[in-house]
């Protein structure tokens, strides 16, 4: 079935170009184009539309207040703003309402990719649930001293890219964002962006500082809230199930680019549950309480409760995002079986292994949720690598007891 497109725009030549560039796309999409949000607004009551385009600067009603307007009320339908002449802290008002950025003159290439992409991950994960609570989501928790970390780094004027990654890293809400921002066209980027370190030199330090100044993640958990006493141990174990996925990879000689891949993957494999943890923490906690717990998988309690999983709901957000695919699949998948993912995918085996073994020592029932399969294992003769990977944990598990 076709998917549904609605463009808005107040120029009335730029609509008339982007009709004729993409007649070619009619069996594909079907296309509505507008002059206004209000317009816009009133064929979003009368027709389902799987995504929106909007320029950023209109009159009555700018590109931002649609976006917010369609999030509210108009539930799963991939938000993307196209940006002219917008300076970047006009563009970084925009991001909580926003998935996609992309640039005006609008690129068709860029544009027809990132929507397939955004939507044969939405198709792959569509369920009414999972749109509801990515819909709703606002921002993703984080820690305030992160924060202060970050703001203080960048008073100083000698503080490296290198060093800004190393704090960043440490927290999903900023990671994820700055992923989100190096992919989009109002940067620039040429080709997908995976590494944290390469993002932060794109973004650049002033952009950093806008950001998180900007972001009201950093005060959105109270001292109170009922998810805090979970957040600290999540960022805790996403840190090392990243850093530990990046050992195995580079212990397995891979290419420096599945290096960085597996550290980004790992670091955001677990971003669902922070997104849960953020919009229902009251259901969240009853489901790390239940008595069936431990005879079921949290993936499965998780299921029977919301309808979705948090590797579904993280998987969707990035997708929506328009992060690199690689990384969208190895979230989605982190969870399931590896049947062949070894060696056709190894940022995701690194991935699935740093977070079983990371499982087996954490005491906090949040981050045990996933037992090794050891049918796949002994299937991809895999149990020799499998002990020196564990190995590797058993090191960096030392280093970290010590103090190193």
Not at 164 to 179: F, G, P, Q, S, W
Not at 329 to 351: I, K, N
Request: with cysteine; charged share 25%; hydrophobic share 45%.
């Amino acid at each position: 079935m076709p998917k549904r497109l609605l463009f808005v725009d107040d120029e009335v030549m730029l609509l008339d170009g982007l009709r004729r560039a993409l007649h070619g796309m009619r069996n594909e999409w079907e296309m509505k184009f507008v002059g206004g949000g209000d317009e816009a607004l009133q064929e979003l009551d009368r027709e389902n539309y799987d995504a929106v385009i909007t320029d950023m600067r209109m009159p009555q009603m700018d590109g931002v207040e649609l976006l917010e307007k369609v999030r509210k009320h108009h539930e799963g339908v991939v938000r993307i703003v196209l940006s002219g002449q917008a300076d970047k802290e006009a563009v970084l008002h925009s991001i909580d309402p926003t998935h996609q950025f992309l640039a005006k003159p609008c690129n068709l290439e860029d544009l027809k990719l990132r929507l397939s992409l955004a939507f044969s991950m939405r198709d792959l994960l569509d369920n009414s649930p999972l749109k509801a609570i990515v819909a709703r989501m606002s921002a993703i928790p984080s820690l305030p001293v992160l924060y202060n970390e970050l703001t203080e780094a960048l008073e100083d004027h000698a503080t490296s890219l290198t060093e800004l990654e190393r704090i960043i890293e440490k927290d999903l809400a900023m990671a994820t964002k700055v992923l989100q921002l190096a992919n989009s066209a109002f940067i620039g980027a040429r080709g997908q962006v995976s590494s944290l370190l390469q993002a932060v030199s794109l973004i650049g330090t002033e952009t950093i500082r806008i950001l998180a100044l900007s972001m009201h993640v950093f005060s959105r958990l109270e001292t109170n809230s009922a998810a805090a006493p979970y957040v600290a141990g999540l960022w805790s174990h996403s840190v090392e199930v990243a850093s530990l996925a990046r050992q195995i990879a580079m212990f397995e000689g891979q290419a420096r680019t599945v290096v960085e891949q597996s550290f980004t993957a790992g670091l955001l494999h677990d971003v669902g549950k922070a997104v849960l943890l953020a919009e229902m923490p009251v259901e969240y906690r009853q489901i790390l309480s239940d008595p069936g717990f431990r005879s079921k998988t949290l993936v499965t309690l998780e299921a029977e409760r919301f309808g979705c999983s948090h590797a579904q709901v993280g998987a969707y957000l990035m997708s929506v995002w328009g992060l690199p695919a690689p990384l969208v699949y190895v979230v989605a998948m982190h969870h399931q079986p590896l049947g062949d993912a070894w060696p056709q995918f190894p940022s995701l085996t690194a991935v699935y292994f740093a977070d079983a073994f990371a499982a087996e020592s954490d005491v906090a029932p949040l981050n045990q949720d996933i037992e090794m399969d050891m049918a796949s294992v002994e299937r991809l003769e895999l149990c020799e690598r499998v002990e020196a990977w564990r190995e590797l944990f058993k090191q960096r598990s030392l280093v970290v007891t010590n103090g190193g």
